[in-house]
Structure formats: structure tokens, C-alpha cells
């Protein structure tokens, strides 16, 4: 027996191990799709921002356009996206995440390049809202399947990975914008942001598996062990169930948590058993995200009332964002390690502390590296928080769960720059600023601190649970792998 054959023959515990090249490119492929699509989602988010001075500047576009209105137009997204996520944890516990993801791609790139053809400001308007849609569905469902593909040791990180394709989007923007404009002008920009019906669609539909977990969770295990057996998945992960974990629990408590984990949707998720991290999750969601839109909207002219230059005070938000992105990768892959509750919980606090700090007098080097570090605690946050839900929720309601987290959480977006502007407007100055984004980053720590333990604490192979099978599962499904060694 030579050295790679004595290597694949020896049973390994460990569930971040891939089972084999078949699997880790299936798991990478998936990924792929994802994160493009949350890429591009990201994109059509910032590029309406990038474009809004020529719109404002030439009324031959689609028509005389204020700044009142302007704003207007730019909230018709936000709320197509938290109508399109809210919409998706509707359907996506029913339906499937493959006919979702696919049908939000399709969506997204048409309202895009009909966007482009936009020749009046209600068109525009209605379309922007249209494309929301697309784009809530796709950061709705995205979680759910990078969770349900992912090995277990990976999920949190993974997650971060695909979800900095919004900052990562917003600077792809910035850069065509810059670039392009005056080329392609404002409506080829917008059909760049439909190039993913070209390429991205077909990549889907070609390397887009359903999630078996989800096949399983519906009664379907023929299909799930086909698909697992097509792309060589480790059967221990992919065709298992959730169940309680009885402990010391009474039995009732039991039972009612058993009840949970078969309903689907939003059913479940406002169960007794599911209820209190659900709002839980919810309020967590809400205040990063209405920490994230209040500071990216005032960040910059609170330091100016701070005594910072108009320049220098743009580079906040280079900070801001800048820390969340790396200091949320390192966060996620701590998460996975030590978990995603004990991680957030420290991250709001340090969050806090850094914006209590803030309003004091200090070296402008050391006023980033704080900034840098709230951002962690806010923006790199949120990306934890939908890691947190998608392995909060079992199979049947994770989709719900993720678009929960994306549909009440815009809410947040939209508070966030209202009560900045509240602040700044009513001459508080930047101190309660400060301290009012550091005391709801407190909130968050507490809410994120008293998240019960989810109903869905064991898994168990369908091989356990013959009953639960509607059809053989062929032999092959049973082999040793590393997935399939104990947990």
C-alpha cells in the first residue's frame, strides 16, 4: 500500500476534512456562486450612489432630480431589499435554495439592465424598487446555502467570506465609476450590474446543487442521497436531521422543541421553542445594521464636529470599513473555533468602548485605529450575525432565520442615518453621537448574550432514522469517510 492510499484508508474525526477533490470543488463552486452574487448585489446597492451627480446635474436623463428626491429613490432599494429577503424566508424553506438563488439572479440582472433603460424618474424609481427585490432574495438565501455546503469547522468564515461581497461590490462601483462613466456613461454601468445573466446564470444552473440537508428535511432522502452520491458528499453531513438534545430537560420542553424543528418557514420560527432567539437574533440585526447606516451616513461630519478636517474625516469611513472587512474575517474564523455568540458579544462591547472613547482629544492615528476597531464591532458584526442565525435555525426554517436577519435588520438601516441626522441637527454635538452609538452597541452585546441554546442541538444520519426515508439509500452512501466519523 503506498502513502496516498494508506492516507485516504485511515479514519479521520475531523468534520473540517474535505472527503475528496470531487467534494471540496463542489463546496467551492457553490461558494463561488454565491459570493458573486452577493458581488454583484453589492454593486447595484453603490453604484445608484455613484452615478447620482450626473443624474442631479443633466435632466435630460430622467427628469429634474432634487435632492429630496434623489433620497427618496435611493431608499425604494433598501426597501425592495427587505421586502425581497422577508419575501425568500417565505418561500425558501418550501421551495428550495437552488430555485431561489436562481430566480434572484435572474431577477436582479433584469431589473438592472431595465433600470438602464429608465427614462423618467417614477420608471427609475420603480425599478430600483423591483431590483431590490432580487437583491434581498439573494442576501437572504445566500447564508442558508453556504451554511448547508459548508464543512462545519468553516461555516462562520465561509459566511464572512461571501457577505464581504457587499463592501467589496460597493468598491467595484466606486472604481467602473470612476473609470467608465464618461465612456459608458451612468446606463452602462447599470448593464454591467446584468452582466451576471450571462455568466453567473449559466454557472448556476450548471454547478448549483440542491441542498441535500434541505432534500432530506422535506422527506425527499432518494434525491438527497443521489446528489450526494453525484458529488461525492459526505453522506454523516449531508443526508442528517435535526434533533433535540434532551439533556435535562423535561419532556415537555422536549417535545415542544422536537414540534419546532418539523415546521417550516416563519412557522417555525415564531414557535414557543424558536420565539426568544428569534427576537433576539432580530434585535441583534437591527441594531448592527442601524449602527452601520448611521455611522457610513454622519461618520464623517461628526468628526468635522469633532475638530477633524473635511479631509481627514473622509478617511473615517476608510477605517470604518476597512477594519470591518479584515478584523470580520479574523473575527468569523475565530468564531468557528470558540463560537459565533461568545465572538459578537465581544465585539459590540469593543465596539462600545472604542465609540465612548472616541470624543476625546486624541493623536488622529490612534482616532482610526479606534474607528477601525468599532467597525469590527458594528459592520464586521453583521456578517457574524447572519453565520449565527444560518447555524441557529435547523434546515426547515433556516432560510427563514437568514432572511429574518436581512429583512428586520434594513429596518435598523433605515433608522440608523435618521437618528444621526437627528443628533447632528439638533446641536448635541459629537460626543452624544458617540455615546449613543456606544450605548446601542451595548444593547447588542446584552441581546446577543441572552440568545438561548437553539432547538436544534443534534444531528442524526436519516441512516439512524429509517423511518424517516422514503426510499433506499444505496450502499455506496454508507462507505467510511472522514465526514462520517462521530461528532
Not at 425568500?88 to 431577477?107: C, F, P, Q, S, Y
Not at 470558540?338 to 492615528?365: E, M, N, R
Amino acid at each position: 500500500m503506498n502513502k496516498s492510499q494508506t492516507r485516504s484508508a485511515r479514519p479521520v474525526n475531523n468534520t473540517d476534512t474535505w472527503q475528496s477533490p470531487k467534494h471540496k470543488r463542489t463546496v467551492y463552486l457553490v461558494l463561488a456562486i454565491v459570493g458573486l452574487s452577493i458581488l454583484f448585489d453589492g454593486y447595484d446597492l453603490v453604484i445608484y450612489g455613484a452615478v447620482l451627480p450626473t443624474l442631479i446635474a443633466d435632466s435630460s436623463q430622467i427628469g429634474e432630480l432634487s435632492p429630496a428626491i434623489a433620497g427618496t429613490l435611493g431608499s425604494y432599494a433598501m426597501i425592495g431589499v427587505m421586502i425581497g429577503a422577508l419575501s425568500a424566508g417565505a418561500v425558501g424553506d418550501r421551495l428550495g435554495r437552488r430555485k431561489v438563488m436562481i430566480t434572484a439572479i435572474v431577477w436582479f440582472s433584469l431589473g438592472m439592465a431595465l433600470t438602464s433603460m429608465a427614462s423618467s424618474i417614477a420608471m427609475f424609481g420603480f425599478l430600483r424598487f423591483l431590483t431590490g427585490l432580487g437583491v434581498g432574495m439573494i442576501v437572504a438565501t445566500g447564508g442558508a446555502v453556504v451554511a448547508e455546503f459548508a464543512p462545519r469547522n468553516r461555516r462562520n468564515l465561509f459566511n464572512a467570506i461571501v457577505y464581504s461581497g457587499v463592501p467589496a461590490g460597493g468598491v467595484m462601483a466606486s472604481i467602473l465609476a470612476i473609470l467608465l462613466e464618461d465612456v459608458i456613461s451612468w446606463r452602462g454601468l447599470f448593464l454591467i450590474g446584468a452582466s451576471p445573466l450571462l455568466f453567473l446564470l449559466p454557472l448556476a444552473l450548471f454547478a448549483l446543487p440542491e441542498s441535500p440537508r434541505w432534500l432530506v428535511s422535506r422527506g425527499r432522502t432518494e434525491k438527497a442521497a443521489e446528489l450526494v452520491k453525484k458529488h461525492d458528499l459526505p453522506a454523516k453531513q449531508f443526508l442528517a436531521i435535526e434533533t433535540v438534545a434532551p439533556q435535562s430537560e423535561d419532556k415537555i420542553a422536549v417535545d415542544e422543541k422536537q414540534k419546532a424543528l418539523q415546521r417550516t418557514g416563519f412557522a417555525a420560527l415564531f414557535s414557543r421553542a424558536y420565539l426568544p432567539g428569534t427576537v433576539l437574533i432580530g434585535a441583534m440585526s437591527f441594531i448592527g445594521l442601524l449602527s452601520t447606516y448611521g455611522l457610513n451616513t454622519w461618520l464623517p461630519q461628526i468628526m468635522q464636529s469633532n475638530g477633524t478636517s473635511s479631509e481627514n474625516s473622509l478617511y473615517s469611513l476608510l477605517a470604518l470599513n476597512g477594519g470591518a472587512v479584515l478584523g470580520g474575517l479574523f473575527a468569523s474564523w475565530l468564531a468557528d473555533r470558540i463560537g459565533a455568540k461568545k465572538i459578537i458579544t465581544s465585539t459590540f462591547l469593543i465596539a462600545a468602548v472604542c465609540l465612548f472613547i472616541l470624543p476625546i482629544q486624541l493623536p488622529i492615528v490612534l482616532v482610526y485605529l479606534l474607528i477601525g476597531f468599532a467597525g469590527i464591532g458594528v459592520l464586521g458584526t453583521q456578517v457574524l450575525t447572519y453565520g449565527l442565525a444560518s447555524n441557529y435555525y435547523g434546515t426547515s426554517a433556516r432560510a427563514a432565520g437568514v432572511s429574518w436577519v436581512a429583512g428586520f435588520g434594513r429596518l435598523g438601516g433605515i433608522f440608523g442615518p435618521l437618528i444621526g441626522g437627528l443628533i447632528i441637527s439638533a446641536g448635541f454635538g459629537p460626543a452624544t453621537a458617540f455615546y449613543l452609538f456606544a450605548g446601542v452597541a451595548v444593547i447588542g452585546s446584552i441581546c446577543t448574550a441572552l440568545i438561548p441554546r437553539s432547538p436544534a442541538a443534534a444531528e442524526v444520519s436519516i441512516e439512524e432514522v429509517p423511518a424517516l426515508a422514503n426510499g433506499p439509500i444505496e450502499p455506496a452512501m454508507n462507505r467510511p469517510s472522514p465526514e462520517a466519523a462521530p461528532r
